[in-house]
């Protein structure tokens, strides 16, 4: 069973930044961060492969997000810069072993969501 724990999320105002952070358990897992709005499915976000030598993001977060990864630590970052108010959600960390990056249900461990808030 692997543990996952976010944190770094609070409230800010467009255009500010946030950096959240994701510890695992293990770290023998590629990474994602995906977000849910209210009323909203669950999105992809952000991924890196097990080396963080491979990055994946969603269009709409493509040049203003960062992930990344310190294996020594078992953590995954994500920077977010340049943030917007349709950023707004529950941001979760996700480890995969196998499957698509971009697709929540090929993630076999889930971390328990920091909430992200962007005022206008």
């Known amino acids: 069973q692997v543990q996952l724990v976010e944190s770094g999320g609070g409230l800010v105002q467009a255009g500010g930044s946030l950096r959240l952070s994701c510890v695992a358990s293990?770290?023998?897992?590629?990474m994602g961060w995906f977000r849910q709005a209210p009323g909203k499915e669950r999105e992809f976000v952000a991924a890196?492969?097990?080396?963080?030598?491979?990055?994946y993001y969603a269009d709409s977060v493509k040049g203003r997000f960062t992930i990344s990864r310190d294996n020594a630590k078992n953590t995954v970052h994500l920077q977010m810069n340049r943030l917007k108010p349709d950023d707004t959600a529950v941001y979760y960390c996700?480890?995969?072993?196998?499957?698509?990056?971009?697709?929540?249900?090929?993630?076999?461990?889930w971390g328990q969501g920091t909430q992200v808030t962007v005022s206008s």
């Open positions: 996700a480890a995969r072993y196998s499957g698509n990056y971009y697709i929540a249900r090929d993630y076999a461990y």
């Open positions: 293990g770290n023998r897992y590629s």
């Open positions: 890196i492969s097990y080396g963080g030598s491979n990055t």
